[in-house]
Nanobody, 114 residues
Framework: HVQLQESGGGLVQVGGSLTLSCTASEIIFSINPMAWYRQAPGKQRELVASITGRGNINYGDFVRGRFTISRDNAKNTVYLQMTGLRPEDTATYYC????????WGQGTQVTVSS
């Protein structure tokens, strides 16, 4: 069964915004800090942002105030609001349950056109 389901990717112009959503099964969401990673073609997967159940947040250095991670515990959903998008943000974005190494979403594509 699908444990993490992402949505919200798409094509956006430079400077635009997107919000990604990841809905998890209740058992996964309740015991895990959640994170967004991304992977561009030919590059390693990198952490975008993470959030614990108590709301402690960590961002990748490249975010620099442009992205916001949040979670709605009642909906078992974690969000990634992205603003000021740049071509270098083009990647497949993955949701991940941090305490479950094998639990990843299928990925959602974000493409930023110049």
């Amino acid at each position: 069964h699908v444990q993490l389901q992402e949505s919200g990717g798409g094509l956006v112009q430079v400077g635009g915004s997107l919000t990604l959503s990841c809905t998890a099964s209740e058992i996964i969401f309740s015991i895990n800090p959640m994170a967004w990673y991304r992977q561009a073609p030919g590059k390693q997967r990198e952490l975008v942002a993470s959030i614990t159940g108590r709301g402690n947040i960590n961002y990748g250095d490249f975010v620099r105030g442009r992205f916001t991670i949040s979670r709605d515990n009642a909906k078992n959903t974690v969000y990634l609001q992205m603003t000021g998008l740049r071509p270098e943000d083009t990647a497949t974005y993955y949701c991940h349950a941090l305490a479950q190494p094998l639990v990843w979403g299928q990925g959602t594509q974000v493409t930023v056109s110049s």
